[in-house]
């Protein structure tokens, strides 16, 4: 679980780490930025809609809960698309759906109209260009890859704070009706980045060798084999208890800071504080976590971010003035950009290319129920209180507890198979080795001929040439 997987996707194509992969990651970067901003960034049309449909705020806020269990929850969905159909033609219908379904919203006549095309419509189309966009740029980046999801994961912070003043000058200008219909266009650039996920051509030589390996992939729709992988069970144990606390604090440090005292204006400036920090946070933590030192340790670096989340929502919970929730805001962009930044880094290590498709499917799904109990239970513990610090204890103590998960269950669990395997491999290559010793000087012969046979056609592998100290001599 700590060590990364060779990722050679099902076509046998190495990843390239470059070229083309760089088009795909401006792709994914948009993709998470609308996937992830967007639903918060609907919430500017909430006081419209409750004055024309004349419903209270828990009624609007199912819009941004549909929207989110839809993108978590139809994660299965998404594998089983992608693994029939392909990820670039599946990213094209949902930045269709997504986009309808905010068109459609906007002549809708009642708030269940709503739920309908702007929750369900618009969540199923950015689940649908979300999930394929990971596994493309799992697909094309190896080496490379902890930057490139440091780098696409900071999509999410930058059209937060784009959509959302976005949406204030669209509903002051155009009304609800209209900003949706804007918002619904704007949607339509997923089918562009849709359209650049160009799938990996296969070599040639390898074309005829590899096709029915193909075909028993395809077979697999949603391959629940992942389960028999210890480190893919405890990755999604401690993800789904993460999720039930990570995003309770941003939900409720601007009503914390109103509570203070503190005016509308100012107290949200907290989330664009948090969010500046967040953008700088995930870059700089995926370059952290392509360190050659640092990479095959990358689960105890997620492990340290969660710990470092939950210390600071604990520490969050004695603020007592603005000052204070600003420092809290700081040192939780900064941990909250390295989860975010790992997250998904750490499953394609897990898992590989070949599975990711359907390990991140029914990691989505297990976390989609944590996000539907996280907000709501803290809710209703600050209506039972009235005190915002207990909600941030029970915060950091359930985001420090899946970090405490993560880090040994793959101590205690991975790492000993992990030797295991080790010492059995070793035992294996050197009865490999007494068996060479005894060999003829004919099978000597015909051993080095095949080498120099290998070494000749190893370099046109993957059409580019290899160049390493073994095969230059």
Not at 355 to 379: Q, R, T, Y
Not at 417 to 442: F, G, I, M, V
Request: charged share 15%.
């Amino acid at each position: 679980m700590g060590a990364v997987v060779a990722d050679d996707g099902p076509s046998g194509v190495k990843a390239p780490d470059g070229g083309w992969g760089w088009a795909v990651l401006f792709g994914c970067f948009i993709i998470t930025g609308f996937s992830y901003a967007f639903p918060k960034a609907v919430s500017v049309f909430f006081k419209e809609l409750i004055r024309e449909f004349g419903i209270g705020y828990s009624d609007t806020a199912w819009i941004s809960s549909i929207l989110l269990a839809m993108l978590y929850g139809t994660g299965p969905l998404c594998s089983v698309c992608v693994n029939r159909f392909g990820c670039r033609p599946v990213m094209l219908v949902g930045g269709l759906f997504a986009s309808m379904g905010m068109v459609i919203a906007s002549f809708c006549t009642s708030i269940v109209q709503i739920y309908l095309t702007a929750g369900v419509i618009t969540g199923l189309g950015l689940a649908l260009n979300f999930q394929p966009s990971l596994i493309m740029l799992n697909r094309y980046f190896d080496k490379r890859r902890p930057l490139a999801n440091g780098l696409s994961a900071a999509g999410s912070p930058v059209f937060l704070c784009a959509l959302s003043p976005l949406g204030q000058i669209l509903q002051h200008e155009y009304g609800w009706r209209g900003g949706f219909l804007i918002l619904g266009g704007m949607l339509l650039n997923c089918c562009v980045c849709g359209a650049l996920m160009r799938p990996l051509e296969q070599p040639k030589k390898t074309e005829a060798t590899n096709e029915p390996a193909e075909k028993k992939v395809k077979k697999k729709l949603l391959d629940f084999s992942v389960f028999k992988d210890g480190g893919f069970v405890i990755y999604a144990l401690a993800a789904s208890i993460m999720v039930l606390g990570l995003f309770v604090p941003p939900v409720f440090v601007v009503s914390y800071a109103k509570d203070l005292g503190y005016q509308d204006t100012k107290a949200a400036f907290l989330l664009t504080i948090l969010g500046f920090i967040d953008i700088f946070a995930r870059p700089i933590c995926g370059m952290v976590a392509g360190l050659k030192w640092v990479r095959p340790r990358c689960v105890y670096l997620f492990s340290f971010a969660m710990i470092f989340n939950g210390f600071t929502d604990l520490m969050g919970s004695m603020s007592v003035d603005y000052g204070g929730l600003v420092v809290f805001c700081i040192f939780f962009g900064i941990s909250y950009g390295m989860v975010g930044a790992l997250q998904f880094e750490v499953l394609m290590a897990i898992v590989g290319t070949q599975k990711f498709s359907s390990a991140i499917g029914l990691v989505l799904l297990a976390e989609a129920m944590a996000v539907l109990i996280g907000p709501p239970s803290a809710g209703k513990l600050l209506d039972a209180t009235g005190r915002y610090m207990f909600v941030f204890i029970i915060a950091g103590i359930e985001v420090t507890t899946s970090a405490l998960v993560l880090a040994l269950g793959n101590f205690f669990c991975i790492n000993k198979k992990s030797e295991e395997s080790h010492t059995k491999e070793e035992a294996a290559e050197r009865e490999e080795l007494n068996k060479s010793e005894d060999k003829t000087p004919e099978d000597a012969k015909v051993d080095s001929i095949e080498v120099e046979q290998f070494l000749k056609d190893e370099p046109e592998k993957n059409g580019e040439v290899v160049t390493n100290p073994e095969t230059c001599v």
